[in-house]
């Protein structure tokens, strides 16, 4: 019986592939994409997105107190390489391997496999190769500068790391943007002297790394905990709202809170809890769309056929009703960024790694206004969540009939 | 209702049991350093509480029984002794503050409740107002404006706007209109309910003022002509905003005259251009009211107490701004959608076919059907204002709800955190319940027997 099934289910995804070979472009959600980003909106969102994403990969080329490429007695060498972390190789390669694979074309799960892989494998092989030094000297560079000992330096862009606090130049501190005249310190610095640019640009990271991991789990409980209720409806449909309703009803920051009481605050650990709390919209939405397609005809025949649960619900219904999901996920990755940002704000997110949150923070707790402090980290939030809001809404009008129809 | 709220109390008690270690430990551990009889009475404390030699079940029962009013009674041997009716829910003491959590909590709500109270309606009106007028003239440049301006507006963090204008208008170093922190003065709360002037004739002058500027302004934004409604309000906005510059404590450059001229000029230029008379007119107004209302207390200030309610009200605008502009931002787009879906709508075709008014079929026909979105929306709108009155109260320091649950789990105060998230849990619930009411209210079709 279970070979049978298995073999049926063989057929249908061989015909499945034929299929979607013909079709290449053409499925749904391709097409709604294909929709949405002709907008000016969505695609301004994308732009600042994939700018943002670059940046946040290539931190350490565009701020960093270690030179690029220094030449001492006729060497060269380059001390940002040595102090690189393997957290950025495998950035850097998961980047390089994306950009290369949205150009093939491929099935997207071997897509995936293939990222999985070199995400891997460059982390194994950085950790067996990569040990950056345990202690920072950012001085050491200007000192030697300045003696003289250098042939020729290439600096980065903005050439201050995010905890380097510039003490060996004395006078430091609060500077207003292009306020002071021996450095360049295009935002500001903070109170303790480091730069508010270079600040950002490492922040970054931690954005987008909280808006899609967390919105990743977010989604992955939403879309078992709805495509079961919505597969099997009654019972177990009545059970899931009622907890859907539960999460619902305390209010996602409180609920934030509290786990921020009980649980450590790392990276990981604000993942986990912003993608934990934040669930239950996507699983009203995929819930909707399941009940929707469970009576279709293609549903019950994988039904008759005799296919596993999890190839109903996973390879037949969920790539149809993936489209709205889309939609909140966009608006998902919004709220989370703002969640990360919030719990910094209030003194309660990372510890020591600047954050976007953390740094508007700073500029809360000092005793006089400065703007920029607030200004440059909040408008950058600002950006990123309108990004995201604004590819939301493109998404929403691609997928909805009813705005289409009226605009004709 | 009653299944949620357990299910409520459920999830909020296993967060605290899944916490590494269980429920006490961190405040049994980080009591290492008290004195024996201090660490006696807190253990003593937590096990009368949840008895921390029974499983966990059996914790959340003991817990449970102990939150609600009604449960059953223990001896000192924690022997139960007896079933009440009129027992009174216990929420435990808080460590912090050396209280009762109940006590607590009953100060800070009222606080919270305030904000909340006076945001809703607002942020309704304002919705409603942009919404509609955006549905009915598709397409147009103040549909196209407003969706972008809303989108954008609630894309905002609640965070940066508070910091900025608490920055901005109330710190010395740039304009100190708006006090710092807080909900009243310390000498407010001495005064009088209503402000009070020493003669009657200031009273009158001030109405005089206030009546000229919206007389004024209120003819302003009825003028026809456009270019000289525009430039009119233009050359206000350069005014106000070279009056604004020269307020600037220290020397102001030229560039902060000019950015600042140009800046409110351009606003007002764009309040005056748009063709929605209605809004024109409130917005204009107010300012000239609130012109006229500045240069009376410029010119005449003494003899007068400004009273509880109107210091109320001056700590209160910007809160209330912070806390506004999401939610009217958010449902405008909602309101907007829902009045141009029932106005495509067949009913809408028939009753303007039966010759009904246009003004009618919005407001009578149409309207009516598109206010159940935003009622069913309006029960996800408390918790969202509950958490924004978080960051708020955190911002402009007001001893609300918000403050206290930062400050609890600052304090790792696990009593006070899981009371304080079932409290507003419970809350929600409310707003549920209430908009529940409301949707059979708008609705005749639904009813709830």
Not at chain 1, 305 to 318: D, E, K, Q
Not at chain 1, 339 to 359: C, K, R, Y
Request: glycine share 8%.
């Amino acid at each position: 019986m279970n070979n049978k099934a298995e073999a049926v289910e063989a057929e249908t995804t061989q015909a499945e592939m034929q299929l979607s070979e013909r079709a290449a472009n053409r499925s749904y959600a391709a097409q709604v994409l294909r929709e949405a980003f002709t907008q000016w909106g969505a695609r301004f969102g994308l732009f600042w997105i994939a700018l943002l994403a670059a940046v946040a990969v290539f931190a350490p080329f565009l701020a960093n107190s270690h030179p690029l490429l220094v030449s001492e007695g006729s060497v060269v060498s380059s001390p940002m390489l040595r102090y690189m972390t393997i957290g950025d190789f495998v950035m850097l390669s998961v980047f390089i391997t994306v950009v290369i694979l949205l150009f093939i074309n491929i099935r997207f799960y071997k897509k995936a496999l293939i990222l999985f892989v070199m995400g891997t494998l460059t982390a194994i092989i950085a950790f067996m190769l990569v040990s950056p030094p345990q202690l920072t000297v950012y001085d050491q560079y200007r000192a030697k500068q300045a003696a003289g000992d250098y042939e020729w330096v290439i600096h980065a862009p903005v050439p201050y790391s995010p905890k380097d606090y510039i003490r060996d130049e004395g006078d430091t501190g609060l500077e207003k943007p292009l306020g002071s005249e021996s450095r360049t310190h295009w935002f500001g610095t903070e109170e303790n002297g480091s730069d508010v640019l270079s600040r950002m640009i490492h922040a970054s990271r931690i954005a987008l790394g909280i808006g899609f991991v967390a919105t990743g789990i977010a989604m992955l409980i939403g879309i078992i905990i709805g495509g079961l209720m919505g597969f099997f409806s009654g019972i177990v449909d009545m059970v899931g709202m009622r907890l859907v309703e539960i999460f619902e009803a305390v209010p996602t920051l409180f609920l934030l809170l509290t786990f921020v009481a009980f649980f450590d605050r790392s990276l990981y650990a604000m993942m986990v809890i912003i993608g934990i709390t934040s669930w239950p919209g996507y699983a009203r939405f995929v819930r909707a769309e399941f009940l929707r397609l469970r009576q279709q005809e293609f549903v019950q025949a994988a039904t008759a056929c005799g296919l596993p649960l999890r190839s109903i619900l996973f390879r037949h219904m969920l790539p149809n009703g993936i489209a709205p999901i889309l939609v909140a996920a966009s608006f998902g990755v919004a709220s989370a960024i703002l969640a990360e940002a919030t719990l910094s704000f209030l003194g309660l997110g990372l510890v020591d790694d600047p954050s976007w949150g953390q740094m508007l923070n700073q500029a809360v707790q000092s005793s006089t206004f400065n703007w920029w402090m607030a200004f440059f980290p909040g408008g950058a939030i600002f950006l990123t969540v309108f990004a995201y809001n604004l590819m939301g809404e493109a998404l929403r009008d691609a997928i909805d009939p009813n705005l289409k129809k009226s605009a004709s | 209702m009653i299944p949620t709220l357990l299910g409520i109390t459920i999830v909020v008690f296993a967060v605290m049991a899944s916490a590494p270690g269980g429920i006490s430990s961190q405040s049994l551990v980080e009591g290492q350093n008290l004195e024996p009889q201090a660490k006696k009475a807190l253990e003593d404390y937590y096990n009368r509480l949840y008895g921390l030699d029974s499983p966990a079940p059996v914790q959340y029962l003991r817990w449970l029984n102990n939150v609600s009013p009604i449960g059953f009674t223990f001896d000192e041997n924690r022997e139960i002794n007896g079933f009440s009716f009129f027992k009174g829910s216990d929420l435990g003491d808080s460590f912090r503050y050396g209280r009762p959590v109940m006590e607590l909590i009953k100060e800070r709500v009222p606080i919270t409740l305030l904000l909340n109270v006076i945001s809703i309606p607002l942020i309704y009106v304002i919705a409603i107002a942009i919404g509609v007028r955006a549905a009915t003239h598709r397409g147009q440049s103040f549909d196209v404006g407003s969706s972008v301006v809303m989108l954008g507006l609630w894309s905002v963090p609640t965070m940066l706007t508070g910091v900025m204008l608490i920055g901005f208008f109330s710190s010395d170093q740039y304009w100190h209109w708006f006090p710092t922190s807080g909900l009243s003065q310390r000498e407010a709360l001495d005064m009088a309910f209503l402000p009070y002037w020493s003669s009657f004739v200031d009273v009158l002058w001030l109405f005089l003022y206030s009546a000229v500027g919206a007389m004024l302004m209120v003819g302003l934004s009825r003028l026809e002509s456009l270019p000289w409604r525009c430039g009119a309000m233009g050359a206000l906005g350069l005014v106000m905003g070279i009056l604004m510059a020269d307020a600037l404590p220290g020397e102001s450059g030229v560039v902060a005259y000019l950015l600042l001229g140009a800046a409110l000029a351009l606003l007002f230029t764009l309040i005056a251009y748009t063709d929605y008379l209605a809004l024109r007119l409130v917005v204009m107004g107010s300012i000239g009211v609130a012109t006229g209302t500045v240069l009376f207390f410029m010119f005449q200030s003494e003899g007068f107490v400004r009273g509880f309610f109107l210091d109320r009200s001056w700590h209160l605008i910007l809160p209330v701004l912070c806390l506004t502009y999401g939610g009217f931002a958010f449902l405008t787009k909602l309101t907007r959608t829902a009045v141009l879906e029932n106005l495509l709508a067949d009913y809408a075709r028939t009753a303007r076919a039966k010759g009904v008014s246009e003004k009618d079929v919005l407001w009578r026909h149409v309207f009516r059907n598109s206010l159940l979105p935003l009622i069913t929306v309006s029960a996800t709108l408390l918790p969202g204002l509950l958490g924004g009155s978080v960051i708020v109260e955190s911002i402009f320091s007001i001893d609300g709800m918000g403050k206290l649950a930062i400050e609890a789990v600052k304090a790792r105060d696990r009593e006070l955190v899981l009371s304080i998230t079932l409290i507003s849990g419970v809350l929600t619930l409310v707003g549920y319940l209430i908009a529940d009411l409301c949707y059979a209210l708008a609705d005749p079709r639904v009813s709830y027997d």
